[in-house]
């Protein structure tokens, strides 16, 4: 049973990481490419932060919310040797610096970390 | 009198009727006896008749939930309130193709290799036993056709403990799409393809046993799939509001508003409209109606919100006087939108988003009604990062040169921005664009027209042809003309721009057709009154 929806921003700067944690926490297989919001102050590039809104399944948002960062990379090694995923060496900058919120809408959240949304047809 | 065929029956119409667009015509002679109703027979729409000439295209419908599954491999199936990663198309019926497995009861371990494993048969079971510590496997070879979807089944047997996984991929063992459940529908991406079932984790002497190990191809080539949660739009089950108006007097059509409560804060009816005013520094003033509520019913808000001397307007629904339990609306995009009420009295709060005294807000046609369930569901796509995508995006399915139809049930939340209900590529888009007008696209021109009411459902249709294109609202032509020259080719995207990039779709989804020929008049009103039977308009 997932659970949501959750708002997800990390910056620019661990994007990599947030995306390696989350492709073993993704009960799917694409959750490398969790985090697709691209944002920034004035919501122009370069982005600064990358958002998301998804589901989550219970025992993720317990992990993400309560657990020390010791404690999150244990269950984050838990579930990657369940799930066959490919493991990762450190959680630490993800942790730390996830912004997660479930009371207001994506755009509202957004709005309160001083952030607009970069849209940008491809050529 | 004329005879009509319709789906395969005939039909003798008033001659005023045939031709459809008579506005009088209402009933023709069914063939079992007696006058029926046209809109009856056109909500009865046999939708895989359009594909009856093996036409190429796809059939998405979200009330049949068991097309709808939570993952993209079809594990498992998708509940209300869940995301959706697989839709399968039923264009082509609901019939699985030959079985691809040799000897999957199995009546001995032939036509199955071992790799670190031993294979033995116990009970009609294939038991597959780790030979050392490593991910020991049973594999076979399939023959499978490239671009096609096939479904993978097992049954279940004993277990050491660890629980087994099927997977299927283009190589002995592969990965490429495994589960511990007992489905998984998987788009072959090669001829020889691979199916193996697993012994378990990699400990020496762990054991699974499977049997009835099957593969059947899936009917429908145009399946759309999403495989990051994030990106997922969510099952919902469709709610009529039929209902009577809870909100007195809710188009201000009158000065009474003596069942607004107020908080720092003076309400009027100003030119038909609320205009709450702020009367205390510091403070966001506010009225608010209590409404009586059936717990656990569910019900839909709307309002027009205009910000006033304000800049900007919210409107709330709670359990209590100014509260927002169930709704914190900030903006004309948030409403209509539903909850479940969970107290007896739900409020709804019309608050200033000012703290200065005497500024003021104005709100309109405040409405609550209660639901009824349906029995239709549909998608709910967030406006922020959901979509999905056809499953063949190397193959070349979704490759129609014109003429094609694009066809789609959708809910279009917002008035502000472009939106889209399908995204073809290259540049074949049908959909909202900014402002009030529906789109179609296939290229150099926009085809645009229409009044479109945001939170309402349309059934859109784009005819894509050339200069002659032809863009229907809810079975009425809006727009005809030209609306650009690319060929369809492929992959399509629901919910967004071409790429699941950009113009995401905000709002409802509640089914569709993409086909590579155009529709005939009779089949314009027959998909559009089908469609409407699955938004509630009908």
């Not at chain 1, 073993?24 to 932060?49: H, M, Q, W």
């Not at chain 2, 597959?128 to 049973?138: E, I, L």
């Not at chain 2, 399939?142 to 991929?169: D, F, M, Q």
Request: net charge neutral.
């Amino acid at each position: 049973m997932l659970v949501g929806p959750y708002n997800l921003i990390v910056p620019v700067g661990v994007l990599q990481n947030s995306s390696d944690v989350f492709n073993i926490l993704d009960p799917d297989s694409g959750g490398s490419k969790t985090f697709s919001v691209r944002l920034s102050a004035n919501g122009l590039e370069p982005a600064t932060y990358w958002g998301a809104s998804t589901w989550l399944e219970e025992a993720t948002v317990n992990a993400l919310k309560n657990m020390t960062t010791t404690q999150f990379k244990a269950y984050v090694d838990q579930v990657a040797a369940q799930r066959r995923r490919t493991p990762i060496g450190s959680i630490t900058a993800f942790k730390n610096a996830l912004l997660m919120d479930n009371t207001m809408s994506f755009w509202d959240f957004i709005a309160s970390q001083g952030l607009q949304r970069i849209e940008v047809l491809p050529a | 009198m004329k005879r009509v065929v319709i789906n395969g029956v005939n039909h003798d119409f008033p001659d005023k009727f045939v031709g459809v667009g008579n506005p009088d015509a209402t009933a023709y002679r069914s063939p079992t006896g007696g006058w029926r109703s046209k809109a009856g027979l056109l909500a009865s729409f046999a939708v895989l008749s359009l594909f009856a000439a093996n036409e190429k295209g796809a059939w998405y419908d979200p009330s049949d939930l068991s097309t709808m599954f939570v993952d993209h491999m079809g594990v498992t199936s998708a509940t209300v309130g869940q995301p959706v990663g697989l839709m399968l198309d039923k264009s082509q019926g609901s019939t699985l193709g030959a079985e691809k497995v040799t000897n999957g009861a199995p009546a001995s371990t032939a036509n199955w290799t071992p790799s670190v494993a031993n294979l033995t048969i116990n009970n009609g079971f294939l038991r597959v036993t780790n030979s050392g510590a490593n991910y020991g496997y049973a594999t076979q070879q399939l023959t499978l056709t490239p671009g096609k979807t096939y479904i993978a089944t097992y049954e279940k047997g004993g277990s050491s403990g660890v629980l087994g996984a099927i997977s299927a991929g283009p190589g002995s063992g592969n990965l490429t799409y495994s589960t511990s459940g007992t489905r998984l529908i998987f788009t072959a991406s090669q001829a020889a393809f691979w199916i193996s079932v697993w012994a378990g984790q990699n400990v020496a002497g762990q054991y699974n046993e499977y049997k009835n190990i099957s593969v059947k191809e899936l009917p429908g080539t145009g399946h759309m799939l999403q495989s990051t949660t994030s990106k997922k739009p969510i099952l919902r089950r469709n709610y009529n509001f039929t209902g009577p108006e809870l909100v007195p007097n809710s188009s201000f059509s009158s000065l009474s508003i003596a069942d607004w409560q107020l908080s720092n804060a003076t309400a009027e009816v100003v030119g038909g409209r609320l205009r709450v005013t702020n009367t205390l520094a510091g403070s966001t003033g506010y009225a608010s109606i209590p409404i009586t509520t059936v717990v656990g019913a569910t019900y839909r808000i709307a309002a027009d919100l205009l910000p006033g001397t304000a800049g900007s307007v919210r409107l709330r629904v709670g359990t209590s006087k100014g509260a927002s339990q169930l709704l914190a609306a900030t903006s004309t995009n948030a409403v209509p939108a539903e909850f479940v009420a969970t107290s007896a009295t739900t409020w709804i709060t019309c608050i200033i988003n000012s703290t200065t005294v005497g500024i003021y807000a104005e709100w309109d046609n405040i409405s609550l009604k209660e639901g009824t369930a349906s029995d239709n569901y549909y998608l709910e796509f967030d406006g922020v990062d959901d979509w999905m995508e056809s499953v063949n995006q190397a193959a070349a399915f979704f490759s129609f040169a014109q003429p094609n139809t694009l066809v789609g049930a959708a809910t279009i939340i917002g008035l502000t921005t472009a939106q889209n209900v399908y995204g073809g590529s290259p540049d074949q888009i049908l959909g909202a664009w900014s402002g009030s007008a529906v789109r179609l696209n296939a290229g150099a021109s926009t085809l645009t027209g229409g009044v479109r009411i945001s939170g309402q459902p349309n059934v859109l249709i784009g005819a894509v042809n050339g200069n002659t294109s032809k863009l229907i609202v809810d079975g009425t032509e809006v727009a005809a003309g030209a609306a650009g020259a690319n060929n369809l080719a492929g992959p399509m995207y629901l919910g967004s721009y071409r790429t699941g990039t950009a113009q995401y779709l905000t709002g409802r989804y509640f089914g569709g057709v993409i086909l590579n020929r155009l529709l005939t008049a009779a089949e314009t009103a027959g998909i559009t009154a089908h469609l409407k039977t699955k938004t509630g308009q009908a």
